[in-house]
């Protein structure tokens, strides 16, 4: 047993480290790191829960009767130490994205917030407790609605709503992430749609067509086309499909800054060249912003897989190509209020990008910009409800409150 103890202790303690510092360098480590990284700083309280058990278990059976059964006893509780850092680190999140929202919207923001949103908002231990329990029993789903006559489960939404059927609400369309080869609409951004939805929103959530069968700007223009869909048909879900705010993490971040930032550019929406694809506001869940790599904060290996997946080009013989679908590269003074939602401790996507994005926004659009980069956070952290996750949910809620509630009246001319 004492070896068993060892073993255990040296695992934990492992985790813990890759939990608290990754590594930075953009490799296959790094790619690597991510799962145990991202389930480690999300998931701390049932790891502390779980090494107590296995201490008590093995300590039990006699594992300390040797050295090394001490020797795994002191990784253990080491490994606790780091854990506890990280409970206090996530708990600390909620000041973080308070001051970024303070910092892009001005320090009496609050008072311009929907009401539902602006109220103070205590965490559920319920939740935290059962973070993968995704349901909220104020919100209605319709689910696999088709907004193209295709057949293709690529072309479908869900969406959520309030149950007691309300009308003329406020709209968010979501895009999953999922490299931009695999992935689906029940998959991510649902703690951000029940959360919305629970207070009087209507979100959707599309799927789109994948590489490498699709190549860009394919994508984009399936979720142009879902907008589309939301500014004919959302009305039937009580929604109102003139206020629509974008949102996607990951990949899906990409192609929500892109929607937000390329609004009725007729290549990007062919045969429906005449809808509005106009959005209200943005929030980008740690999306990938650039292409070209100009901070250096990416491998090789990244590169060559944009090339041969996504935009079936080699960049040394269309670089423009790549800063066409990159979001940093299409910034303009009209782009909408936008949030950018990020992790210090993304070993997927960099937060080099969304800082070089986030500047590149405050120096050039006329509309508000929030950055919060949230410590500890992994990527895709606020999959499910953690301390961390419901935090950065209930003030990206508040900008979205935000955005709605200061949206300029348009009236008849």
């Known amino acids: 047993m004492a070896w068993a103890l060892l073993v255990v202790g040296t695992i934990c303690a492992l985790l813990t480290v890759n939990g608290i510092r990754p590594p930075r360098r953009p490799d296959v480590l790094a790619t690597l790191s991510f799962f145990p990284g991202w389930l480690t700083s999300e998931l701390p309280f049932h790891l502390l829960v779980c090494e107590a058990v296995a201490v008590t278990v093995l300590v039990g059976l006699g594992a300390l009767d040797d050295r090394a059964g001490w020797a795994g006893l002191a990784l253990i509780l080491a490994s606790s130490f780091g854990l506890v850092v990280i409970i206090r680190q996530s708990l600390g999140s909620s000041a973080e994205i308070e001051r970024a929202l303070r910092d892009g919207l001005g320090d009496r923001y609050r008072s311009d917030v929907d009401a539902p949103l602006a109220a103070p908002m205590p965490l559920r231990w319920r ?9 909220d029993a ?13 057949g293709s489960k690529a072309h479908r939404v869900n969406v959520y709503r309030r149950a007691d059927g309300r009308t003329g609400c406020p709209t968010l369309l979501f895009l999953h992430g999922g490299a931009w080869v695999f992935g689906d609409k029940r998959e991510q951004g649902i703690p951000f749609m029940l959360h919305l939805a629970a207070h009087g929103w209507v979100c959707v959530t599309a799927n789109y067509r994948l590489s490498p069968k699709a190549t860009f700007p394919d994508h984009l223009i399936d979720v142009k086309d879902a907008l589309r869909w939301v500014r004919e048909h959302a009305a039937e879900y009580g929604a109102d499909p003139e206020f629509v705010v974008v949102s996607g993490a990951s990949a899906g971040g990409h192609l929500a800054a892109l929607v937000a930032l ?16 106009t959005v209200q506001g943005c929030v980008c869940w740690y999306g990938v912003y650039d292409l070209t790599n100009r901070v250096g904060a990416r491998g090789r290996g990244f590169a060559r897989f944009i090339e041969r997946t996504l935009l079936k080009v080699r960049f040394a013989d269309d670089a423009g190509a790549f800063a066409a679908a990159s979001p940093v590269d299409r910034v303009h003074p009209g782009a909408p209020p936008t949030m950018i939602v990020q992790g210090s401790n993304d070993t997927l996507v960099p937060p080099a990008e969304a800082r070089l994005f986030a ?3 405050r120096r050039t659009s006329s509309s508000p910009v929030v950055y919060a980069e949230i410590s500890g956070a992994q990527h895709a952290f606020e999959v499910f409800r953690s301390v961390r996750a419901l935090h950065a949910v209930h003030g990206a809620g ?16």
């Open 127 to 135: 939740q935290i407790a059962w973070p993968f329990q995704l349901r």
């Open 138 to 150: 104020r919100v209605h789903i319709d689910r696999d609605v088709p907004y193209k006559s295709t």
């Open 262 to 277: 390329t609004a009725n550019e007729p290549a990007y929406q062919p045969g429906f060249e005449d809808v509005d694809t």
């Open 359 to 361: 500047d590149t926004l």
């Open 398 to 413: 508040r900008f979205c409150g935000y955005v709605h509630a200061t949206a300029p009246i348009v009236g008849p001319e």
